[in-house]
């Protein structure tokens, strides 16, 4: 398998811009997690799905992050407008609720600057 | 809400020394589990603990689950370079798979 996918691994955009995350789970995990990471805040999660729908989005910052997960290989995170202050990595992570664990695995991280 | 505390915050060992680190929570947990991130990577699952007093082992590492399950800690023997990176904790919250994570414990070894 080849693991959670996330595309791009970089961006960098300027203030204002709209910018779109996305991120392919491991097939036949059920749960999706999207999470960022700074110095400052340490990892926190944005918004978890559970079979496709949004089951916790209190982590979502303000009206500016959205998030979809259309089926159930596919999701987005959709910051507009980006701000500095988004400046973050942001992973995404997906789990499974048919192993002995719930443990969660990592996308590779898309590192996004806001200029 | 539920909260995790995890001390220390960085710690910068010699090759050879030992580490460790606490995860502490205010309330019983369920289970808790333990990831490991390298510089420039993403957390990487390293162990589940489940059960009160439970001590699990992965060759250095050695993984401990408190009796009253509000506390774990995560102890390195021997440190190597590639030991490197920081370690979280992070308990289920709910009946639900959301993870509240530790801030991390970011480990800094001398060769």
């Known amino acids: 398998d080849a693991g959670v996918i996330q595309s791009p691994r970089h961006e960098v955009t300027e203030m204002g811009q709209e910018v779109t995350l996305r991120c392919k789970p491991i097939s036949g995990h059920n749960s999706l997690f999207w999470y960022r990471q700074t110095m400052m805040r340490g990892l926190e999660l944005l918004i978890y799905?559970?079979?496709?729908?949004?089951?916790?989005d209190s982590g979502m910052p303000e009206d500016r992050f959205s998030a979809k997960m259309p089926n159930a290989s596919f999701s987005t995170l959709k910051i507009q407008p980006s701000e500095p202050r988004d400046s973050a990595v942001y992973f995404c992570a997906s789990s499974s609720a048919g192993g002995p664990y719930n443990e969660q695995f990592f996308g590779p991280g898309t590192r996004l600057t806001v200029l | 809400g539920q909260q995790v505390m995890q001390i220390p915050q960085y710690q910068h060992v010699q090759e050879g020394e030992d580490f460790t680190t606490y995860c502490n929570s205010s309330?019983?947990?369920?289970?808790i589990q333990w990831y490991k991130q390298r510089p420039g990577g993403h957390p990487v699952f390293l162990i589940q603990l489940v059960k009160s007093g439970e001590v699990k082992k992965q060759k250095r590492l050695t993984f401990q689950f408190g009796e009253a399950k509000k506390n774990s800690s995560l102890h390195i023997t021997a440190t190597q370079t590639t030991d490197v990176g920081t370690y979280f904790c992070?308990?289920?919250?709910?009946?639900?798979?959301?993870?509240?994570w530790g801030l991390g414990t970011s480990l800094a070894v001398n060769p």
């Open positions: 309330t019983t947990l369920s289970n």
């Open positions: 799905f559970n079979n496709n729908v949004p089951i916790d």
């Open positions: 992070a308990v289920n919250a709910g009946n639900n798979r959301k993870l509240i």
